[in-house]
């Protein structure tokens, strides 16, 4: 089913520039080790992504790329042409409880963490990692969670008749959602680099960061280090994908950074630690 996507793949990775090693076992983004390298790099890293966008673009989408939601995904916020087409015009964008239509003119191509090069998912346990892969699901929400603004904008997707399209835009305060408590906390601890709230020392399981990087070590790092295994440190938006799955009053939250290019993720795992949410492990993959 996904040989055709596989394809477009390879294609993209081709022309990726983008450093797939695991020096320091980050998620590629904007990987950097100073100021002016960081500007470098991260100039290097949009004009790959853009090239490899200008290569989606001018490829039609597998017929088999409908069946996984993601392999449609990665199609849509790449090619302006196929995501017009894909949207269900005028399309509804319901705030509270005023809904307005945008037009097909004045729609602009988004694309997403695209240009990031990678992307969040927020779940309360591994087993929710599988959902991404079922080829059964009739409505997938993408979720655009804005730290600061303490709003999520939800782009619903539907199955349709063997396509996937999106057919509504809902924005939602964090109170509204049934992670409330933890964006809110999210919020905070991105902005604060984590401070205060980090087990010490903390849990890791991963590449040995100080030998092999062939080897998978469980052992601790100092809490300063946790942000190192990430590309960057969310300032103000990051992403998460509901692909069905159920959150509940859960004591445990899995935020994983996964990259676009080569699949390397990072989980960060939470957990209730009587009424404050505290890191308590970084996994690396």
Known sequence: MKKAFLLIVCMCVAMMSIN???????????????????MAEQADTVDSVDSAT??????????????????FFFNFIANKK???????FP????????????????????????????YTLILDNEKQMKLSKSTDLD???????????????????????????????KKIS?????????????SSFFAKNGKGCIKSPLAYTGPDPNGEETNV????????????????LPKDMIYNILYGQKYSESNRKIVTFRGLSNGVETQLVFKLNGKEWRLEKVVAY
């Not at 090693?21 to 960081?38: E, I, L, P, R």
């Not at 600061?148 to 063997?162: P, S």
């Not at 964090?174 to 999210?186: H, I, K, P, Q, R």
């Open 20 to 38: 797939t090693g695991c020096s320091n076992k980050k998620v590629d983004g904007a990987d950097s080790t100073s100021n002016d390298s960081a």
């Open 54 to 71: 200008e290569v989606i673009a001018a490829t039609p989408m597998p017929k088999a790329a409908d069946q996984l939601f993601d392999d």
């Open 82 to 88: 196929l995501q017009l087409n894909r949207i269900t």
């Open 91 to 118: 399309l509804p964008i319901i705030n509270g409880t005023k809904t307005t239509e945008l037009t097909r003119g004045k729609w602009k191509m988004d694309y997403f963490f695209r240009k990031q090069g990678y």
């Open 139 to 169: 409505s997938v929400i993408v979720e655009k969670i804005h730290l600061k603004k303490g709003m999520i904008e939800q782009y619903w997707f539907d199955h349709q008749d063997g396509s996937w399209k999106l057919n509504q835009i």
């Open 174 to 186: 964090f109170g509204e959602s049934y992670n409330a408590s933890f964006y809110t906390f999210l």
């Open 217 to 232: 070590v469980n052992t601790t790092i100092p809490t300063d280090e946790w942000s190192s295994f990430l590309p960057e």
